[in-house]
């Protein structure tokens, strides 16, 4: 890292650009921190990344009224703990950045994570929670990878492990949707309609075997419920409980964690807090929120806003993944029923 120092001029003008910032060509960056060590640290490793650094300077300038400059490729805030005016402040640099399609970064604490998520809906920012220098380095890395350069991902091997996990429940639900269409459909569904009531079509069963053909009605195959929340909440205790004998690393499965948590939550019609939700996953925050936001991508879980507190936003489970969690446990079900 001294190598890279060495380009930076630290001295007096620290919040402006100049030939003392970005020596090397790259994508541009704009650092926000008060803690100065920070700053300079977070220039050392932009500098090794092959970023240019255009911009180092504390949260105040983010205060600053008047029309703001444009942003560069990629801004870096860190914001321990935030108040309201720099949370609103927050809320317009993540707009910002969402037109100008700049990437961003920001670092805060876990006591704050709820507001600081809260504001940021726009720009899709990577968020990272007290973290290390090494979590920085990974989220430069997942902006070259984003901004087009040959720079392998860190966390390809969550990425793989979350897409099988995704295809095991879709085989799952596919081979239960296969079931149901012999037959087995429950009165819960709302396609039900007598052939008295105005329902002249005729379908063909081969194209559409969801439906029930032994008789007059037509009846739609609908999902399982979903599983009992007490059963959900004794099935996470237990795999809780694995960490008191072994180490709780051998076991990581944050994915999986944070499906059980939201499906006994969407039970008891709870809602849950990007906190709370790093907390289920067992992992530290910063992996349990790009967790979060790789399972968003591939439609598992999906960010819904408070109507009460536009400020705050919680996260649910999609009707795709509720949907695959029923079929789970009815399968799981089934399976238990067919031992005894």
């Given at each position: 890292?001294?190598?890279?120092?060495?380009?930076?001029?630290?001295?007096?003008?620290?919040?402006?650009?100049?030939?003392?910032?970005?020596?090397?060509?790259?994508?541009?960056?704009?650092?926000?921190a008060d803690?100065?060590?920070?700053?300079?640290e977070m220039a050392e490793d932009a500098a090794a990344a092959g970023l240019r650094v255009a911009q180092m300077t504390d949260l105040a300038r983010?205060?600053?009224?008047?029309?703001?400059?444009?942003?560069?490729d990629l801004v870096l805030v860190d914001c321990p703990v935030i108040d309201g005016a720099e949370l609103a402040a927050l809320s317009r640099l993540d707009q910002r950045a969402s037109k100008s399609g700049s990437h961003?970064?920001?670092?805060?604490?876990?006591?704050?994570?709820?507001?600081?998520?809260?504001?940021?809906?726009?720009?899709?920012?990577?968020?990272l929670v007290t973290p290390t220098r090494a979590d920085r380095v990974i989220a430069l890395g997942r902006v070259l990878a984003r901004s087009?350069?040959?720079?392998?991902?860190?966390?390809?091997?969550?990425?793989?492990?979350?897409?099988?996990?995704?295809?095991?429940?879709?085989?799952?639900?596919?081979?239960?949707?296969?079931?149901?269409?012999?037959?087995?459909?429950?009165?819960?569904?709302?396609?039900?309609?007598?052939?008295?009531?105005?329902?002249a079509g005729k379908l063909d069963p081969k194209l559409?075997?969801?439906?029930?053909?032994?008789?007059?009605?037509?009846?739609?195959?609908?999902?399982?419920?979903?599983?009992?929340?007490?059963l959900v909440r004794k099935i996470i205790r237990?795999?809780?409980?694995?960490?008191?004998?072994?180490?709780?690393?051998?076991?990581?499965?944050?994915?999986?964690?944070?499906?059980?948590?939201?499906?006994?939550?969407?039970?008891?019609?709870?809602?849950?807090s990007v906190t709370s939700l790093c907390i289920a996953s067992g992992v530290p925050p910063t992996t349990a929120l790009r967790w979060i936001g790789q399972m968003t991508d591939v439609g598992l879980l999906q960010r819904v806003d408070d109507e009460t507190d536009r400020r705050r936003?919680?996260?649910?489970?999609?009707?795709?993944?509720?949907d695959a969690m029923a079929r789970y446990f009815s399968e799981l079900g089934n399976s238990v029923a067919s031992m005894v």
């Open positions: 890292m001294a190598q890279a120092a060495s380009q930076f001029d630290y001295g007096s003008n620290e919040s402006g650009s100049g030939p003392g910032f970005g020596a090397r060509a790259g994508l541009a960056i704009s650092i926000f803690r100065g060590y920070l700053r300079a983010l205060l600053e009224p008047g029309d703001p400059p444009a942003l560069p961003l970064v920001v670092s805060t604490s876990m006591g704050s994570l709820d507001d600081v998520f809260g504001c940021l809906d726009q720009a899709d920012a990577q968020i087009g350069n040959r720079v392998r991902e860190l966390s390809e091997e969550d990425r793989l492990s979350l897409l099988r996990l995704t295809e095991q429940v879709s085989q799952i639900a596919h081979k239960l949707e296969q079931i149901s269409s012999h037959g087995a459909a429950e009165a819960s569904g709302p396609f039900r309609f007598d052939s008295a009531s105005g329902y559409d075997p969801q439906f029930d053909w032994g008789s007059d009605r037509l009846v739609r195959a609908s999902r399982p419920p979903l599983p009992d929340p007490r237990q795999r809780q409980l694995r960490a008191r004998f072994f180490e709780g690393d051998l076991f990581a499965d944050p994915a999986w964690d944070m499906l059980l948590d939201l499906t006994a939550a969407r039970v008891e019609h709870v809602r849950v936003a919680f996260i649910t489970l999609t009707d795709k993944a509720a």
